[in-house]
């Protein structure tokens, strides 16, 4: 038997369904395979005082432990010190979680640490991992390296957590180049491909899907949280030069009132839909819907929404950010555009003008897989228990002292 302890701060609950909802489905392919059990732990992090109660009264009510979706979750609590850039996260967390997992180990003396993001999760995973004599797994998948791997509060924490974890993932080949340049090394690091639902996702009769929506004529879908490295503006900023053309925008985030008002700016409002968020289940329809999806990210890993396209038989037009060039390998598949709104409205109409059949779009999605993310993961935690703990260069010097 393989016990696994999921540790991740990036896992969905009832306030937030969509938040993290790859990780929920990795975690879920773990812990339905034969001969493997998994708890998850999966901390909210709060802000001290009274402002916990003002600003998040809904994950204030959530419960400290329930079955999620048939998985075992623990949700506990730890202190989020607002305007320190971070750099308190991993060491409120850690004080959190350690009277936790010694009761949780009591009953469950699981083997393994796998830490689903890397920041706050990797530097309270290394300490759990050297508190109970576990080996610990910690996968990057985008913002975790981008932002807190390279912000001056907490960069050094991020790079001493990739030095001293038993086991590294990343998203794509990409990302594993970039944990690289901030000195994580790079040949210890695994590249784990994130999943998509084909049967979920996958091509439908798009004129239908269309008129559901009350659309007519060429639709574009921008996918991902409303904030400003998504890109939403760049692309909204294309589609205000391509007649005809109707533009969906489906998230939640601060940036929807900026997104709003740019739209009546240039003249577009009629054909920008702020669809707000929606949820996991209905997007086959939505994006089934659409002649192209474009995202116009700064930083990716590797965008779930991305393989969710593709195997809808929709292309996509994306910046060159992250594992972009994992994903589209072939026309069908779509383009890559250099992140501005001439290049992105250029790639659109391309696509328009020649579309590709849904199922040669859906062929380049075929090989992400959530069953070959789960054989991954388990042969990777399987490999770090068998191996044991590894001893790091500060290790095997304080030995020697």
């Not at 329930?66 to 004080?95: C, K, N, Q």
């Not at 939505?286 to 593709?310: H, Q, R």
């Not at 388990?378 to 001893?391: D, N, P």
């Amino acid at each position: 038997m393989l016990r696994v302890l999921t540790l991740s701060t990036l896992f969905p609950d009832a306030t937030r369904p969509n938040f993290g909802i790859f990780v929920e489905r990795q975690t879920a392919g773990l812990a339905a395979t034969d001969g493997v059990e998994v708890k998850v732990v999966a901390p909210i992090g709060l802000p001290p005082g009274p402002l916990a109660l003002i600003q998040h009264a809904d994950k204030l009510s959530l419960p400290e432990r329930e079955m999620w979706r048939r998985i075992d979750v623990y949700r506990p609590r730890f202190t989020s010190i607002p305007a320190v850039g971070g750099r308190w996260h991993a060491h409120h967390l850690l004080r959190a979680l350690e009277p936790l997992l010694d009761r949780i180990r009591h009953d469950f003396p699981f083997d393994v640490i796998d830490a689903s993001f890397f920041f706050p999760d990797g530097p309270a995973a290394v300490a759990l991992g050297e508190r109970y004599g576990v080996p610990v797994s910690i996968k990057a998948r985008g913002a975790d390296i981008h932002h807190w791997g390279t912000s001056g509060a907490t960069a050094a924490q991020v790079v001493a957590a990739g030095q001293a974890a038993d086991g590294l993932l990343a998203v794509s080949a990409a990302m594993r180049a970039d944990m690289a340049g901030i000195g994580i090394p790079g040949e210890r690091v695994r590249v784990h491909h994130t999943g998509v639902d084909l049967d979920r996702f996958r091509p439908i009769d798009r004129r239908n899907a269309k008129a559901a929506l009350g659309v007519d004529g060429p639709l574009v879908l921008s996918l991902g949280a409303l904030i400003p490295r998504k890109g939403h503006h760049l692309v909204l900023h294309a589609i205000a030069v391509l007649p005809g053309v109707t533009l969906a925008i489906a998230g939640q985030g601060p940036e929807h009132g900026r997104l709003k008002a740019l739209a009546a700016e240039l003249g577009v409002a009629d054909r920008v839909r702020l669809l707000g968020g929606i949820a996991h289940a209905d997007l086959p329809a939505i994006i089934g819907a659409a002649d192209v999806m474009a995202l116009a990210s700064t930083s990716e890993g590797l965008a779930n929404a991305w393989l969710e396209a593709l195997a809808c038989g929709t292309p996509i037009v994306i910046s060159d950010a992250g594992g972009a060039r994992e994903v589209v390998r072939t026309r069908d598949a779509g383009r890559i555009v250099a992140g501005n709104p001439a290049n992105i409205a250029v790639g659109i109409a391309d696509v328009l003008a020649h579309p590709p059949e849904p199922d040669a779009v859906r062929a380049a999605a075929t090989d992400f897989t959530w069953e070959a993310n789960r054989a991954a993961l388990v042969a990777h935690l399987a490999t770090l228990v068998a191996r044991g703990r590894r001893r790091t260069p500060r290790q095997r010097q304080a030995s020697r002292g």
